[in-house]
């Protein structure tokens, strides 16, 4: 990479035939041998989050970021992942917070041959169920009368909780950042609105990390 340090080094995903200690150690050495100056963890489950942080702390070096996929149609996270991180006093910076493209307006009418889902990659086509489509179409229709665009309410109901730090939203153009910004302009729901919402946030077996993260 050309760099002397980088900023922070991840353990991207809990590897079950590795012990732990050693991922953890091998992020640990990174620091003290000053190539790192912090170090986090992703998709990592509840209970294999409270080890890896034990371990760190340990070895002197403090975890101080988790980075997990969280969307309105990915909600894994809320089953005891953000209660460990408040309690551990970590970090939250929730990827994929509009579902690889899925709580936008990208895929409301057909799949663009630019989109992610026709390239056959990480976006995959059994994600567009005619459950998440509607789910997404409902979602949409409440952005609308909150005067926002669905990717921005999107983004918003993620920052809305407190133990989110930021969202990675993993925009590809500038219209696509400067549309996310807008997110920002309106991060309040009322109490009619997150009712609204609740009905069509379920899950839609958008998370393809599901391995990492429900690992032991």
Known sequence: MKLDYVDIFYSHRFDPDTPLSETMGALASAVHSGK?????????GPKRTREAVAILRELKVPCVIHQP????????VEGGL??????????CIAFSPLAQGLLTTKY???????????????????????????????LNDIAKKRGQSLAQMAIAWV???????????????????EDSLGALRNGAFTAAELSQVEAHASDGGLNIWAASSQSG
């Not at 790192?36 to 990592?44: E, F, K, N, T």
């Not at 990480?122 to 409902?138: E, Q």
């Open 36 to 44: 790192a100056l912090y170090v986090g963890i992703s998709s990592y």
């Open 159 to 177: 920052l809305k909780n407190p133990a989110i730090t930021s969202a990675l939203i993993g925009a590809s153009s500038w219209p696509q950042i």
């Open 69 to 76: 996929s969280y969307s309105l149609l990915n909600r894994w």
């Open 108 to 138: 409301l009418n057909g799949i663009p041959p630019s989109a992610r889902a026709a390239q056959d990659g990480s976006f995959r086509t059994s994600m567009l169920t005619p459950k998440n489509l509607a789910n997404v179409r409902a």
């Open 82 to 91: 953000l209660d460990v991180l408040e309690q551990e006093g970590i970090g």
